[in-house]
């Protein structure tokens, strides 16, 4: 094997070890799902390098992220690894995966609207279909969910609570 085609598969195996990581606050999603991860690269000494972006710069779960991946890496075989926050360009949610939006709404939780506009900005938000029985009519009951990127939804045709991800 060649120094080039090891590195290569270096690379891959950190993708797939970064790639299981899940998120500490919904474990359901990665943090590819989430679209956390921003960047995985390798330098030629071999050590991995990945760039994380928090989906708000006060997110208090970004350390524990953190040692996740350093924790999956060296798992998997990677003796030095650096973990690198970024905070530009800033996290959206338009940069969650598809399969991550259809994990939420399994587990319970409305995912965020697809292609967010500016009108979130100023709170003119629509109102997120319940995870659990698809209707529209719903009521936000709280500004905050269970964590401070979700806001608590009550189902007015099942009558159930839920969160939903907030539109960023």
């Known amino acids: 094997m060649t120094a080039a085609s090891a590195l290569s598969f270096d690379l891959a195996r ?6 299981a990581v899940t ?3 919904i474990p ?5 799902d989430l679209g956390v991860i921003r960047d995985i690269r390798q330098d030629e000494a071999g050590r991995i390098e990945v760039t994380i972006t928090p989906t708000y710069s ?8 953190a040692l996740d991946l350093e924790t999956a890496l060296l798992t998997a075989g990677f003796k030095e690894a650096r973990i690198r926050t970024t905070l ?24 965020p609207e697809r292609a967010t ?4 900005l100023f709170g003119e938000e629509t109102k ?5 029985c698809g209707s529209g009519k719903t009521a936000k009951v709280s500004e905050f969910g269970s964590t401070a990127c ?7 045709a099942c009558l159930e609570p839920f969160d939903a991800f907030k539109c960023i």
């Open 14 to 19: 950190a993708r797939v070890a970064v790639g």
């Open 23 to 25: 998120d500490p606050e």
């Open 28 to 32: 359901v999603l990665t943090l590819d």
């Open 58 to 65: 006060g997110c208090p779960a970004m350390a524990a992220m």
């Open 88 to 111: 530009s360009p800033a996290w959206t949610t338009d940069w969650m995966s598809e399969n991550g939006r259809e994990k939420l709404r399994a587990y319970g939780i409305a995912p």
């Open 117 to 120: 506009t500016r009108r979130a």
């Open 128 to 132: 997120p279909a319940c995870p659990h």
């Open 150 to 156: 979700k806001s608590l939804w009550r189902c007015e």
